[in-house]
RNA sequence: GGGACCGUAGCUCAGCCGGAUAGAGCACCUGCCUUCUAAGCAGGGGGUCGCAGGUUCGAGUCCUGCCGGUCCUACCA
C-alpha cells in the first residue's frame, strides 16, 4: 500500500469540493477553486484566494466578497472554521482532533492503479572509464525519481543503456592496442586486478592527449570503431572484454549508494538484432528522413531542421540545418540508433532483444543485460512502456529534440508527446575544489566561476573516490561517539551517512541548477544535509530504544487514544504543527511528482526534521508525567519517525542507521 | 547569427497557478549539554529579488527592451 498516510491529501479534496459546489451554485461553474498552503502557520491550515478571482467578475472588493462567503458556507466535515484574513483570504481551520484521530486509525484511501509501465532510463555511462560526480547526478536522480513514481504505486522498468560500441570505448582500446601494445591476456590481467576502471580513466585521458598532439593518430580511432561495429575479430573481442568489465565497475559503484537496474539494453544488440534497419526502413518510407544529394551533406539521409526546430517565418529551413542520420559513409549516427531505441521502448519496432541473467542485488533484485542470442532461461517482457523519461543531461535536449522529433515524424504523436526528457543542468567544480584536488588549472579555468568536468581530460571527482571519502570521515564521527560499539556496526553506520550525505546533496539542488561541486560542502553533516535528516528519524527511534531499556512497552494508541484526547493535547500549536507537517508527505510527493522534482522531496524531509528535531529539544517525552500527555507524545513521536523514514528510504533512497 | 537557461543575503541555493511581513543552509556573533545523543536547539546582524519600462487591486513570479553569465546550435556522444 504505497499511501500511508493521504488524510490531508482527502482533507484538501474535502474543501475544495465543498467550495466548488458552493460557488457553482452562487455563480455557476466555472470558478476554479485554488488551495494554498497559508503564509503562516497561524493563519489556518488551508489557504483560498477565491474572493480575488471572483473580485473581478464582481467588481467588488476582495474583502467584502470574502466575508459574504464565509458567512454563508454550510459548514464542511473536518473543518472548524473559515475565517477571512489579510484583504480578502479565506483561512480553513481544521478541527485538530478528527484530524489526527483520522491518521491514528490508519484510514488510507487506496492508492489508485495506474495502467501501464513507465520506462526509466538512466545513467547511461560510456564503459570506458570510472565513474564521476556527474554521473552520480544522472543516476541519483533518475533512482530517485523511480522512487517516487514507485511510491505512488506506478510500474515502473528501469533501463541502464549501454553504449558498448561507441567512440569512447574505441579510445580506451586504442589506448591499450598502440600506447600500450597490450595483448588480450595482459588487458585481461588488469581486469582482474582491482580498479580497472581507475586505470581506464587514466587510459582514456592519455589517449585523448596523444590524438590531441598527433592528429594523425585519429585513423587508428577510426580503423577501431568500425571494427568495433563489425563485431569480429580479436579488436573487437578486447572492447567487449572492456566495456563489459567496466559495466561490473559502475554497477558496483551504484550499488554502494543503492542504485539498481532492471534491464541493461546495449548498442552492440541494437546493431547486431538490426534495430536500426528495421528503425531506418520505417523512416524512410514515412519520408521522415531523406537522402541529400549535394551541399555540406551530401550523400548523408537527414531529418529536416523544420521536424524540431522552430522556423522563423519566412524562412525556410535548409539541408545544412538538417541533423545527419545516417553518414555518408553509410554508418548510422547515436541519434539514429537513439531513435531505434525510443522506438523498442515504446513496443513500436516490432523486435525485442534476447536477455540474460547477469547478476542478482543481495537484495535479491535481478539485473538483467541485453544479448544477441536466446538464453535458456525465460526473461520478463522489457521494453513496451507507456511512458519513457530519459534522464539525460541538459546539454543534450536538441538531440534528445531530434530523437522525439523522429517518433512524430512516423506518426507516433502519442509516444512522441510520452517521451520525456528529463533534464538536468551538470555538476562542475569549483575552482577551489580543483585547488584542493590537485587538479591543475589553466589560467582561463581559473578564472571562471566553476570547471567543467571532463572525461576527455581525465579532470574530475571519481564516484568511488568521493564515497569513500565520506565514509571515512563518517566513520572517524561514529567512532568518537560509539567506542564500545563494534567495528563492521560502525562501518556500515558511516556507511549508511555517507550514502545521505551524498544523495541529498546531489538531491537538494533543483534540477535546472548547475552544481558548482564544492567537496567542503559536500563532506558535510551539519546543516541541510542527509546525515541532518537522517539524525532525526534516529532520534525518534533513540526515544523507543530507551523507553524499552527501562522496561517502558509501546502503548496501544488506538485503544488509548481518541478524538477529544488528541484534540486536548493538539491545541498546543507546537503539536499541531508538526502532526500537520508529518501528515504532509503524501502531498509533497504528489507535488514532487507533479514538479518532476526530486528536490521538493529532499526539502519537505529537511522541513521536517527541523520541526522533528525542534520538538525533540523542547518536549522531553520519556520524563512527562502526565499519562495522556505521555501517550500522546510518544504516538506523535512514533507518527514523526514513519514519516520520516518513508520519505529517507523508501523515497530518498537514504538509509537509516539504527544510531549515529 | 539562431535557440535554451540563469542573475534573490558575504557564499551556496529555495520560492508551487501572480497574492498576506521575500525564506533556508553555510559563514559570522550571543546563549544552551546532570535530562530521549549538542551531527542538535534558541536568538542576532545581513536584501534597491541584475537594470529600465509595461500589464493590474496586487509582480521576485507574467510581457518587452537592455546589461552580465552559461550551455546548445558536429558526418562526437
Known sequence: MPEVSAVFHRMEKQVRDSFARFLADRFGAGVPVVIEQPKQSSFGELALPVAFTLARQLKKAPKA??????????????????????????NVRLKRGEYAAALLSGAASAAEEVAGKIIVEHTNINPNKAAHIGHLRNAVLGDTFVRMLRASGRKVEVQNYIDNTGVQVADVVVGFRHLENKTLS??????????????????????????HDHPEAVQWRRDTLHTIEHGEGEIAELAHLVADAIVECHLDTMWRLGIAYDVLPRESEILHLEFWKKAFEQLKERGAIYFVEEGKNKGCWVMGAAHFRDTPAGEEAGDDDAKVIVRSNGTVTYVGKDIAYQMWKFGLLGLDFHYKPLRTYPDGHPLWVATGEACDQPAPAFGGG????????????????????????????????R????SYEMV?????????????????????????????????????????????????????????????????????????????????????????????????????????????????????????????????????LDAPKLDRQLQSEDFWQLLLAASRSSKALDAALAAGEPSHVARYAFQLAQAFNAFYHDYPILAEQDAEKRTFLLWLAVYCKEQLERSLEAVLGIPVPEYM
Request: proline share 4%.
Open 65 to 90: 466578497i470574502a466575508e459574504e462567503l464565509a458567512s454563508q458556507l454550510p459548514s464542511i466535515p473536518g473543518v472548524a472554521a473559515v475565517e477571512v484574513a489579510g484583504n480578502g483570504y479565506l
Open 186 to 211: 595482459g588487458v585481461k590481467a588488469l581486469i582482474a586486478a582491482p580498479r580497472f576502471d581507475y586505470y581506464c580513466w587514466d587510459l582514456y585521458a592519455r589517449t585523448s592527449s596523444y590524438y
Open 386 to 417: 507507456t511512458e519513457v523519461y530519459n534522464v539525460i543531461d541538459s546539454r543534450q535536449s536538441y538531440l534528445q529534440d531530434v530523437v522525439v522529433a523522429g517518433l512524430r515524424a512516423l506518426g507516433y504523436n502519442g509516444q512522441a508527446d
Open 419 to 422: 517521451s520525456i526528457h528529463f
Open 428 to 560: 562542475a567544480l569549483s575552482p577551489r575544489t580543483c585547488v584542493e584536488l590537485g587538479i591543475p588549472l589553466s589560467e582561463e579555468d581559473s578564472r571562471k566561476a566553476y570547471v567543467e568536468v571532463s572525461g576527455r581530460k581525465g579532470l574530475g571527482v571519481k564516484a568511488d573516490d568521493l564515497i569513500d571519502k565520506l565514509i571515512e570521515k563518517a566513520k572517524g564521527e561514529v567512532d568518537s561517539r560509539h567506542a564500545e560499539k563494534p567495528e563492521g556496526e560502525r562501518l556500515l553506520v558511516a556507511t549508511q551517512l555517507a550514502i545521505g550525505a551524498l544523495r541529498y546533496f546531489l538531491l537538494k539542488f533543483t534540477r535546472n541548477t548547475v552544481i558548482a561541486f564544492d567537496l567542503q560542502e559536500a563532506l558535510s553533516f551539519e546543516g541541510e544535509t542527509g546525515p541532518y535528516v537522517q539524525y532525526a528519524a534516529v532520534r525518534a527511534r533513540n526515544i523507543l530504544r530507551k523507553m524499552a531499556e527501562r522496561g517502558g512497552t509501546l502503548p496501544d494508541f488506538r485503544a488509548q
